[in-house]
């Protein structure tokens, strides 16, 4: 445990940040999953929307730090691939 005021007000600081990154990561990951079940199924119509949103929170999770920005063009790219694919 830290003994110095800094150090304790890093430790929280560090906590709330964790937890919510956790929280984005978690969002983007259903999101992510949801969108491949829906190509699975070949629901096209729905898989468009839902590559919609995939695409706006791996943005967005790049643009808090959360994941690498080549990270989000690889992902969204082979989402795109696989969504042009089935259509």
Known sequence: MPQRKSALKRLRVDRKKRLHNLKIKNELKKTIKNFQSLLLSKKLDEAKESFKQVASKLDKAVKS???HKN???RR???FSQKLAHIA
Do not use: L, P
Request: glycine content about 12%.
């Open 65 to 67: 730090g959360i994941i």
């Open 76 to 78: 969204k790219s082979r």
């Open 71 to 73: 990270t989000s063009s």
